[in-house]
């Protein structure tokens, strides 16, 4: 079984910075992409940004410039750094990671359990 650990969620004030992980722990051959959702109130899951297994990076428009996923292939981690935050940003943030949990298995997908980032004004 692979398990995805999220931390790194809180309250800030506009302006502010946090930095959320997800990390990737149990039967795991090889990760492939991994990306960071957020559902805010009321509206429906989106993409926020995604990491390549070569380190490509590609985030949605209203994050670009503001926020950096970074991943580290050692320690199965993902991370984003979010500066400059937006009371828009206020969102429960999940972690997504395609990985192969065995040698010739196929790709699946996993989902992270969610943390909250509140941005106040």
């Known amino acids: 079984q692979v398990q995805l650990a999220e931390s790194g969620g809180g309250s800030v004030q506009a302006g502010g910075s946090l930095k959320l992980s997800c990390a990737a722990s149990?039967?795991?051959?090889?990760?492939?992409?991994m990306a960071w959702y957020r559902q805010r109130p009321g509206k429906e899951r989106e993409f926020v940004a995604v990491?390549?297994?070569?380190?490509?990076?590609h985030y949605r428009d209203s994050v670009e410039g503001r926020f950096t996923i970074s991943r580290d292939n050692g320690k199965n981690t993902m991370y984003l750094q979010m500066n400059s935050l937006k009371p828009e940003d206020t969102a429960v943030y999940y972690c997504?990671?395609?990985?192969?949990?065995?040698?010739?298995?196929?790709?699946?997908?996993?989902w992270g359990q969610g943390t909250q980032v509140t941005v106040s004004s």
């Open positions: 990491i390549s297994s070569r380190d490509s990076t």
């Open positions: 997504n990671v395609a990985l192969v949990d065995s040698r010739g298995g196929d790709m699946k997908n996993y």
């Open positions: 149990g039967s795991i051959f090889s990760i492939n992409a």
